[in-house]
């Protein structure tokens, strides 16, 4: 329910009497540890509960007086240290107004908006408020209060606090107002001398300690191996109609090995050049063919290396939030680049002798069937010294043959293109800061115990899907009339007629849409909704595969836009899953053992869940997944 909010008043708001007087306070260990953002906070009342603006106003500027690091600056100390300067400058205070019932958009999703209901600080203004505050009234009367505060002024307890005697200010109407504690160098008194006994630097301040630098020593392209006669040998191959609705970004995969079972970055190239005459299409680059349509030069171009450093042990990373650096873990590609590799990789060695694989491949290229059979190969190159290399079935030609003539029976420009009536577009948006990427651990024996709930025969994907369509939709607290679906990855290969082989290198994807009533869903059974899941793959069987394909022949010379959402896309109520589960990591051995970690990138859209088999040693199943922060709820999947 898209609403617009108007501002239509904005101020600074001081305190009613002096708080701060100008002091300066430093920041205490406990202040720096803390995230320097603005942590946003919205609450809804009624049109009968709601106070005027006035009253607020008047309420906050009576009770900053008593909270004056809330009403001061940022600032510097004489030695260059940031400090508090409590300069009662205020607070800025912003007025709106929506032309909407608060009653309906909270029966809606309001998280579609709530981005509108607080104030955006301005991380680059030196002067910024550090607390600041919307007031937004809605037609009925209703109010919502939104508020930002730099988390390095105060934590959730202090808020919490302050937000109770805010209130107390406005129905008091300033009279009564409590006085907090706020001697922060009272709370913060080291011993004489200091003698801290952990490692903090790295614990609590880990998020700043742990951003290690991560410095590339060498780039190079690297060719197929001229060992082995030429995989590509100059051919041009048209993209099929499946790798035109594959996304055309760059998809990243991190994987890490530990010291003792990494190779060396030679023995990882020497591999890597074998397998790639294998693989022409890794090695070739994008062209266009004599009717200016994006097609593969298998011109055996070659990939794009990195060599990389990083001074720290490759164990300290993992344990700590190795996330605040992934994206440093693997090549970026310049997708103005006509010439640019389709697949490149980074080899970072770690101080301890470990070692992270870093890839980054073109979606249009191949898919995540495809990508698995390759690293497999390629640690089986690495492993026999380019002896042993398997040979993927390469010829895209053979696997979308239309019928003649062809006959598309489904509306694909809208289900796996982006046309007029196209899912996608009734989809919201969010600042990327809101989306939290998560990451559950399923053990074995909660996989067991959810099949049992199921009672039928059922997958390990569709029992774990079922289960976190059900937690999701629960923490995002819809209303149970609305309807919620997930988009589900489903590989072709099996089900086309005639089968494509399962190591054909490609895209041969296509989607599934399970639907319920969110009411449905969360009363249902699991049985139930593995069922639904079940019976919407079905679906994708071999007559919508074919005409799918007769679709890419009829629509061979359109632009045709996949259906890829773009960072910041909120998906709520619905769900994008894809299932990583056949990927075979204990096979990614490139001679001493398997790697100790796969590092998930950032997802940067709400409502994307990915599942991938665990690297521990007890089994499992990880799954990854972007939420709005504001549906964050961890503890309850599991």
Request: hydrophobic residues 45%.
């Amino acid at each position: 329910m898209p609403v617009a909010v108007e501002i239509t008043r904005s101020e600074v708001l001081r305190p009613s009497a002096a708080g701060g007087g100008g002091k300066r306070s430093p920041l205490t260990v406990f202040d720096r540890a803390a995230t320097d953002w603005y942590i946003p906070a919205v609450f809804a009342w009624d049109g009968a509960a709601a106070p005027s603006n006035d009253e607020v106003k008047g309420g906050l500027a009576a009770v900053l007086a008593k909270y004056p690091h809330l009403a001061g600056r940022f600032d510097v100390d004489e030695r260059g240290r940031r400090c508090f300067n409590l300069n009662d400058a205020g607070v800025r205070v912003l007025e709106a107004t929506v032309a909407a019932d608060l009653a309906d958009a909270l029966a809606h999703d309001v998280a579609a908006h709530v981005n509108e209901l607080y104030p955006k600080a301005d991380m680059e203004n030196a002067d910024e408020a550090v607390f600041q505050v919307q007031l937004t009234r809605y037609a009925c009367g209703g109010l919502v209060i939104g508020t930002a505060c730099n988390h390095q002024v105060s934590d959730g307890q202090s808020m919490s606090f302050f937000y109770v005697a805010w209130a107390a200010a406005v129905r008091s109407a300033g009279a009564t107002l409590p006085t907090p504690f706020v001697d922060r160098a009272a709370i913060a008194v080291p011993r004489g001398p200091p003698a801290p006994a952990f490692d903090h630097r790295n614990i609590d301040l880990g998020s700043k300690a742990m951003a290690v630098a991560v410095e590339i020593t060498r780039s190079e392209v690297l060719r197929p191996s001229e060992t082995l006669a030429a995989g590509g040998g100059g051919k041009r191959s048209p993209l099929t109609v499946f790798d035109r609705a594959a996304m055309d970004w760059y998809i990243p995969a991190v994987f890490a090995w530990d010291g003792a079972a990494a190779p060396s970055n030679d023995e990882v190239k020497g591999g890597l050049a074998a397998v790639l005459a294998r693989y022409p299409h890794l090695a070739g680059r994008f062209d266009v063919d004599e009717r200016g349509r994006r097609c593969f030069n298998l011109n055996d171009a070659g990939v794009r290396v990195l060599e990389a450093t990083v001074a720290a042990d490759l164990a300290d990373a993992l344990a700590h939030d190795v996330a605040a650096h992934v994206n440093e873990l693997y090549p970026k590609a310049d997708m103005e680049n006509a010439d640019e590799p389709v697949f490149q990789v980074q080899l970072t060695r770690y101080a301890c002798g470990g070692l992270v694989i870093g890839t980054a491949c073109n979606h249009q290229v191949s898919d995540g069937q495809s990508m698995s059979f390759f690293y497999v190969a390629w640690a089986a190159a690495v492993r026999s010294a380019g002896a042993t290399l398997p040979t993927p079935f390469v010829d895209r030609a053979a696997i979308a043959v239309p019928r003649g003539p062809p006959a598309p029976a489904f509306d694909h420009r809208n289900i796996e293109f982006k046309g007029e009536h196209s899912w996608t577009h009734s989809y919201g948006s969010l600042p990327l800061e809101r989306i939290r990427n998560l990451a559950v651990h399923f053990p074995d024996e909660f996989v067991a115990g959810l099949k049992s709930h199921v009672g039928a025969r059922c997958s390990t994907f569709q029992c774990l899907l079922a289960h976190a369509w059900k937690k999701i939709m629960a923490a995002r607290d819809l209303s149970p009339e609305e309807y919620t679906q997930v988009r589900v990855a489903v590989n072709c290969r099996g089900r086309a007629s005639p089968a494509v082989p399962m190591d054909y290198f490609g895209n041969m994807v296509l989607w599934a849409f399970p639907r319920m009533r969110v009411r449905d869903l969360l009363s249902s059974s699991y049985a139930a909704v593995v069922g639904v899941i079940r019976d919407a793959v079905a679906r994708v069987d071999e007559p919508y595969i074919q005409s799918f394909v007769d679709f890419g022949e009829v629509a061979a010379g359109d632009e045709l836009t996949p259906t890829a959402a773009p960072p910041g896309t909120v998906f709520c109520p619905d769900l994008e899953v894809d299932s990583w589960l056949g990927f075979r990591f204990h096979d990614l051995d490139f001679g001493r053992g398997p790697p100790c970690a796969f590092l998930p990138p950032d997802l940067p859209v709400e409502g994307m869940l990915i599942f991938v088999p665990s690297c521990a040693a007890k089994g499992g199943v990880e799954m990854y997944m972007a939420l709005d922060d504001l549906h964050y709820f961890i503890s309850h999947m599991v």
